[in-house]
Structure formats: structure tokens, C-alpha cells
């Protein structure tokens, strides 16, 4: 029985031509962009241009049987900037909800179009969270309506906080079938490009991610084909109708599905706090007062040493998540919650620490780590709170309802 860490051939390629692409384009459009508060579209077209946005790069991290391919592209990508990356990264999320619920032709038919091409590249959104159903997803609102007749979805709802949620081609859009089954009585929907009804309010606001689209979603009677229901009608009647005879087996897999995902975006808040972490150190190595540079004092030296460890823990947490998860390893402990909660802190405490050890310098704009932690504090919120991932844990190691 072996052992290793390391990183495969493929692996170490990957690794360097995803931090090639972010030290020589993303980098240098970071603060730009930030600033702005636009979505980044020459930046994506670059990346589309290269093959690092678009399905084939997904399949091929996916494919990865050990998992690793897609926390490493992604630290590398968020290493760069978390806005750019995030405005990359977005579209990936209705894609693996059409990869993981639809059918193959599903997805051969609407993947190519939320992302489109190097000359036009679009984007995509998922669209579940609403403004009454954050991390309680089981009280959605949205519902969707079958008509037989016309063999259409008639949807109507209102989604909050969707990553290119109105500028997003190809939406996916979650939605209560049958809302006496909370969760389990849920489905995920394609709208198609210009669909009537659908509308985003205009980018919202934000602390952090400012170069990523984020935006209010409106649901007014929108009709889409029967076809768009993710799955198709007979998987969705024969998942009701085990839901309704109370088997807990649907709920598993839901659950599943977020223990899933959650490492890849662990490992994005881990490249926001690599980042963080070398700009300080370099940083504390340059800067003198008091004769001497600020490293050579050892509340410093302590801290960035801290820093590095905290970093190195939550990779390793993020790898094993994603190792147990293409695996096919049980999450016994909520093993991809830990993943996701423990990289979403230390990404908050080491860039308000970065922060720190620039001083003055740190709060000004001209340097990256005042972005870098603007940019951090998403990680303890979106995908699942802290809170949430906590819950997660605490029930997995209990087997118990703790709420
Ligand atoms: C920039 C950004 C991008 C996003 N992108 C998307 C997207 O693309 N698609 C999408 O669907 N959603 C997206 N979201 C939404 C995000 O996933 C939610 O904001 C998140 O799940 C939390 O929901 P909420 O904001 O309603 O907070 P709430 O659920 O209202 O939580 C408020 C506070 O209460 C705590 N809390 C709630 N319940 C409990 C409990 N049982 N025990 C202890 N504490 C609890 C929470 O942890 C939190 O601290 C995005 C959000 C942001 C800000």
C-alpha cells in the first residue's frame, strides 16, 4: 500500500498553466476590474481562447480519478484574483447542475451554450437561493407548474443574490413541484436564451467578487418546454413518488451533491489566502522600522508562520474532500462541509492578517491585500454558511437533529 502526496505530471502541468494564465492576465486586470465592478469580458474571452473556460477544461478536471485537478486549478485561478476567478468559475455552477440531474442529451443541447465561444463567450447561472430561502433551501417559494396540455413548465418566483443571474444565457433555475415535500419536492429547470418572463434586477452591490455579476432574478409566468426539466419528467415522477413513501434516500443524495462540491470552492478561498499570505511575507521582508525589517520580529514571523500552517491544513482538508469524493468514499463526518468551513476561515483570517502586517499599506487600495480581503469574507457565506457547514458536521458525528 502506497502513500504520496504529490502531484502527478498532469497534475503539475495543469498547476502551472492555470497559474501562467493568472499571473499574466488575471493579475495584471485584477484591480481594474475590481474597481469597475463589471464582469471581466475580455478576461474570459483569454481564458476561452486558451480552452481554461469552457466544458472541455471542466471534463477534463472532473476526470481526474483522484479528485485533485479541480482544487488545484481553482486555487491557482483564485490565486489570481477571486473576482476574475469567480466571474470564470460562475457558469461551472449550472453546469455540473445540468451535468449531475440531466440527461445526456440535456446536456450535449444546453452545456455548449452557457458557456458559447472564444469569439462570443457566454455565461450561465444557478439560480436557487430566494430572498425567504437562503440556507433554509427547503422553504423555496418558486414553483413550477406542469401543463399537460402543452407539454410546458410555467415557473414563477423570484431568485436572490444568482451569480449572473439576467446576463447569464443559459439559466438553471430551481423550483418546488410539489412544496408538501420541502427539499425533496424540488426540481431544477434550464430556461433557454431569451425566454419572456425572466429578468434580472440590475448587479447588486458588493463588498467583495465586485468583478462577478451577482444580481435579483424575477420569475413571471416563464414557460419553458417540457424538455427543460432536468432529468426529464419520468426520473422527476419516479423521485416524488419514493419521496412521498417517506424514503430518506433522495434526501441523501441532495446532500451528497453539496459534500460534493464543496472542496472546489474551498479550494478558491484557498488561493485568495495563498495570495494574501506571499504578498505579506514579501512584504515583511522589505519593510523596515526600527532598524531592522518588520520579519525579524517575531509577533510577524510567528504570524506568517500561522498563516502558512492554517493554509496548508485547509488544503489538505480540501483534497481529502475531493479525494473521498471521486472515490466514491462515504462523507461519514461532513468531510466536504470541513473542507469548505475550514478554507472559508482561514481565507478571512489570513487576509485580515495580511492586512495587518502591511499596516497603513494594507488599507489602501494600492495594495492587493485590502481586495484580497474584501474578497476573502464571501467564503463564511455563499455555498453554505459556516453555520450551516457546522450543522452539517455536528449532525453527521451525532447522527442526531441538531439545529
Ligand atoms: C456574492 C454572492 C454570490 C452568490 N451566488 C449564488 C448563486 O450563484 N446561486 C445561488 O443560488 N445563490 C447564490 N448566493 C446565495 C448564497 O448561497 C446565500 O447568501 C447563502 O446560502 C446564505 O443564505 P442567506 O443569505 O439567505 O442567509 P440566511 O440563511 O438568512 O442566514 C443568515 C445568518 O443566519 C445563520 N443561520 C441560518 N440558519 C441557521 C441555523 N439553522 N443555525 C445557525 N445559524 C443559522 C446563517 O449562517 C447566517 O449567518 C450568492 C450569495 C452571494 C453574496
Request: charged share 25%.
Amino acid at each position: 500500500m502506497e502513500f504520496w502526496l504529490d502531484l502527478n505530471e498532469e497534475q503539475q502541468d495543469l498547476r502551472e498553466w492555470v497559474h501562467g494564465f493568472a499571473e499574466s492576465v488575471i493579475r495584471p486586470a485584477a484591480a481594474e476590474w475590481d474597481e469597475r465592478e463589471e464582469t471581466p469580458w475580455p478576461v474570459l474571452q483569454e481564458a476561452a481562447k486558451i480552452g481554461l473556460y469552457g466544458f472541455e477544461f471542466l471534463v477534463n478536471t472532473w476526470s481526474d480519478t483522484s479528485g485533485l485537478s479541480l482544487p488545484v486549478a481553482n486555487e491557482e485561478l483564485f490565486w489570481g484574483d477571486g473576482g476574475i476567478g469567480m466571474a470564470i468559475s460562475g457558469t461551472s455552477l449550472a453546469v455540473a447542475a445540468i451535468y449531475g440531474s440531466g440527461t445526456p442529451d440535456q446536456l450535449v443541447e444546453w452545456v455548449p451554450q452557457c458557456f458559447g465561444d472564444a469569439g462570443d463567450p457566454k455565461v450561465a447561472a444557478f439560480c436557487s437561493t430566494e430572498p425567504e430561502a437562503g440556507s433554509d433551501v427547503a422553504s423555496m417559494r418558486t414553483r413550477a407548474v406542469y401543463h399537460e396540455a402543452t407539454d410546458e413548465w410555467v415557473l414563477s418566483g423570484q431568485k436572490a443574490y444568482a451569480t449572473n443571474g439576467g446576463i447569464a444565457n443559459v439559466h438553471v433555475v430551481t423550483a418546488s413541484v410539489d412544496p408538501s415535500l420541502g427539499s425533496r419536492g424540488q426540481a431544477a429547470f434550464i430556461v433557454p436564451p431569451g425566454t419572456k418572463g425572466l429578468a434580472g434586477t440590475k448587479k447588486l452591490k458588493k463588498l467583495g467578487l465586485r468583478a462577478s455579476h451577482t444580481a435579483d432574478v424575477f420569475l413571471d409566468d416563464v414557460r419553458v418546454p417540457g424538455s427543460c426539466l432536468l432529468g426529464g419528467k419520468e426520473t422527476l415522477d419516479r423521485r416524488l413518488a419514493k419521496a412521498r413513501e417517506g424514503q430518506r434516500a433522495t434526501k441523501q443524495a441532495a446532500m451528497r451533491t453539496f459534500e460534493l462540491s464543496r472542496p472546489a470552492v474551498g479550494a478558491q478561498a484557498i488561493g485568495i489566502a495563498r495570495a494574501a499570505y506571499e504578498y505579506a511575507l514579501e512584504y515583511a521582508k522589505t519593510r523596515v522600522q526600527f532598524g531592522r525589517p518588520i520579519i525579524e520580529n517575531q509577533a510577524i514571523a510567528f504570524a506568517l508562520a500561522d498563516m502558512r500552517m492554517e493554509i496548508d491544513a485547509a488544503r489538505l482538508l480540501v483534497w481529502r474532500a475531493a479525494w473521498m469524493g471521486r472515490s466514491d468514499r462515504p462523507f461519514t463526518a461532513g468531510e466536504g462541509s470541513m473542507s469548505k468551513l475550514k478554507a472559508g476561515e482561514v481565507a478571512v483570517a489570513v487576509t485580515e492578517k495580511a492586512v495587518q502586517i502591511l499596516g497603513g499599506a494594507g488599507y489602501l487600495r494600492d495594495h492587493p491585500v485590502e481586495r484580497m480581503f474584501r474578497d476573502a469574507k464571501i467564503y463564511t457565506i455563499f455555498e453554505g454558511t459556516s453555520e450551516i457547514q457546522r450543522l452539517v458536521i455536528a449532525r453527521a458525528i451525532s447522527g442526531m437533529q441538531i439545529r
